[in-house]
Each structure stands twice: as C-alpha cells, then as structure tokens.
C-alpha cells in the first residue's frame, strides 16, 4: 500500500524553524501535487500549502504566506516544509498528503506529524 511517511516535527520557540519531511512509497499512484494541512485539536484539518510535481507551482494559505516554503524532490519522492518565523498558533499536527490527478483530491495522507510551538 501507499505509505507517506512523515518524519519531522517538534518542539520549538516561536520565532524559530523546523522542516517537514514527507517521503512517499510502497505503491503505485497517481499524483499531481503534493499538499501539507494542519489539524489543531478539536478542529477541522486545514490547508496549509501543495506543490505540483511537474512544474513545481505552489499555492499558500494565507496565514504562512512569506513564512513557510514547500518544496519537492522529484528524484526522491519526498516533498518538504520549511517553517520560519514560527508562532505558537502554528502548534498542530501537520499532515502531508497526495492530491491525485484528475479528480484533484487528496487521496493518501501521511501519518501526521506534531509540530509544537511554544511561547
């Protein structure tokens, strides 16, 4: 089965960085892009950036604008985010995730991974 595998995350002061990392294997899938979300407890998870694999466009949500950068490894099938200027609302379990081709949903998610920002 497809497995993206998330190994980063942490514990980091606000104003501080932390890179994702998201590698995916074990299946064949369609993939058109590649997105990060974001789950705070108790609430609905969240759109937080994706990267096309072909060209390499990104899309941001508005609150990481200028401070989170995703970026991708074609050769190694891993995509990343890098996070600055990070602020305890940032605190979420972050989750990677496959949108698919053609229907442009996201079909395969990672594990997920607990970034904590503390203040």
């Known amino acids: 089965q497809v497995q993206l595998v998330e190994p980063g995350g942490g514990l980091v002061q606000a104003g501080g960085s932390l890179r994702l990392s998201c590698a995916a294997s074990g299946g064949t899938f369609s993939s058109y892009a590649m997105g990060w979300f974001l789950q705070a407890p108790g609430k609905e998870r969240e759109f937080v950036a994706r990267?096309?694999?072909?060209?390499?466009?990104?899309y941001y949500a508005d609150s990481v604008k200028g401070r989170f950068t995703i970026s991708r490894d074609n050769a190694k099938n891993t995509v990343y985010l890098q996070m600055t200027s990070l602020k305890p609302e940032d605190t979420a379990v972050y989750y990677c995730a496959n949108q698919q081709g053609g229907s442009y949903r996201y079909n395969y998610w990672g594990q997920g991974t607990q970034v904590t920002v503390s203040s």
């Open positions: 990267i096309t694999w072909r060209g390499g466009d990104t």
